[in-house]
């Protein structure tokens, strides 16, 4: 093994039914650094730190470890914890009714001669262990009451007093404030100086920047590059996520016309939602299409949820049609004229066992309420219709949308808001997962809805769909609206805001 580094993967790859997850995949980690792991959504990070430590039985490739001879193959958790690999989750995994000092002793207390647990002892190395890291805290006080960023620390502090050699810190950061996350890189920077090697896993770029030594991207489950972080630019780092080259990006025309009438449909201001969208303001005219572009994560679909009320807006205030609203709910904006497609279609979108007529009346007989049934004959008459203009294609009405095709569900989803005549439509991926061919039917579905005077707000991770159906967008970053583009819509334009930072380091 390379002098300096204490873990190497090399051709690891892993299959799922049907899904090649990882293919022949590299990942080196050195002592004493802090290298981010990137990529989208689906491009094979969580894969890869299951290969390495224990939760996923890859079937190609080698893991090596510094100090073990040989491959390490890795059957569990525990295994990847005795040669040094410890992972703490955005999601701790610790007992919150329990001392600071257990937590970090659980499972391994110091034990008296009389073989009862020697309470003193653990107490006093917790309060070492803490301090030593520069951990603010009581150890014999319950985790409960100290925030989610000090239980992160207590259990980063838990796998270095197992002697770790690699910390996998997956999503560390995700719901701590930003006073929080600088306390965790305090302590992130501290590990890597006392020659821990660290792997952290994150959406947000400028904390990359901010802490990181080194960042591998991985991209539809294959190894894009290894870089240091002073050779690769924010901008350059968006490149290789999402798989664009920047040197030869084409611009793509504009297919339509921009159908937007002076009359504002909806005017967000300062909108917010704490924790996941920071405050934001957003017009969108009747009969325009404005997409939110931004890398998974960076709070695209909380700004939609924010106005929708799917997420309650914390701050800020919403007018729809020139009237000051308040929507404490998703009834309310319904009732408003609103419809929103999720971005999950199957968690937020279909309801797998009731049939494509069912998932399609839904949002209508939600509106109408509980002691208005819509009649069977009505519902017939509208999903009849609405089957015809979305052309979706199922043997029956009455065919439960489970057995549809991707695409299939995500047009009943669509035809379920089409049916309740909305003025403004909130699309979170709308064409994601589904054919070329159904994906153009969309598109072209947008713009016509766009003619016909309706508003709409259209999210997506593929930034060439936006170019073609939208006028304006709105660049999300890190929960914050950004910027805002509305001429000089290229792929390079939007990429550049996307990434933020330097613009011109090569």
Known sequence: MEENVVLTARGIT????????????????????????????????????????????????EIHIAGIDGPVKNHSTRDAQNVGISTVYQEVNLCPNLSVAENLFIGREPMTAFHTIDRKSYNKRSQKIMDDLGISVDVTQNLENYSLAIQQMVAIARAVDMDCKVLILDEPTSSLDDEEVEKLFVLMRRLRDQGVGIIFVTHFLEQVYAVCDRITVLRDGHFVGEYPIAELPRVKLVAAMMGKNLDDLEEIGKE????????????????????????????????????????LGSGRSELARAIYGADKANTGSLEVDGKSVKINQPIDAMNLGMGMLP?????????????????????LQAKQGMF????????????????????????????????LSGGNQQKVILGRWLITQPDFLILDEPTRGID??????????????????????????????????????????DGEKVNELDHDLTQESVMKAIAGGEQNND
């Open 436 to 477: 070329v061919g159904t994906k153009a039917e969309i598109q072209k579905l947008i713009l016509k809805l766009a003619g016909e005077g309706k508003s709409i707000l259209f999210i997506s991770s593929e930034i060439s769909e936006m170019l073609r159906t939208c006028s304006r967008m709105a660049i999300m970053r």
């Open 14 to 61: 892993m299959t799922f039914p049907g899904v090649k997850a990882l293919e022949d995949v590299d990942f080196t980690l050195r002592r004493g650094e802090i290298h981010a792991l990137m990529g989208e959504n689906g491009a094979g990070k969580s894969t890869l730190i299951k290969c390495l430590t224990g939760i996923n039985d890859f079937e190609a490739g």
């Open 343 to 363: 971005d999950d279609r199957k968690a937020e979108g279909i309801i797998q066992d009731l049939s494509v007529r069912e998932n399609m009346i839904l949002a």
């Open 256 to 295: 339509h016309e921009n159908t937007a009438e002076d009359k504002l449909e909806i005017s967000a201001k300062g909108l917010s939602h704490t924790g996941t969208v920071k405050p934001f303001d957003l017009d969108i005219h009747k009969g325009e299409v404005v997409g939110v572009a931004g890398l």
């Open 372 to 403: 208005k049934p819509l009649s069977r004959a009505k519902q017939e008459e509208l999903v009849d219709e609405y089957i015809k203009v979305l052309q979706v294609k199922t043997a029956s009405k009455e065919t439960l949308v489970k057995q």
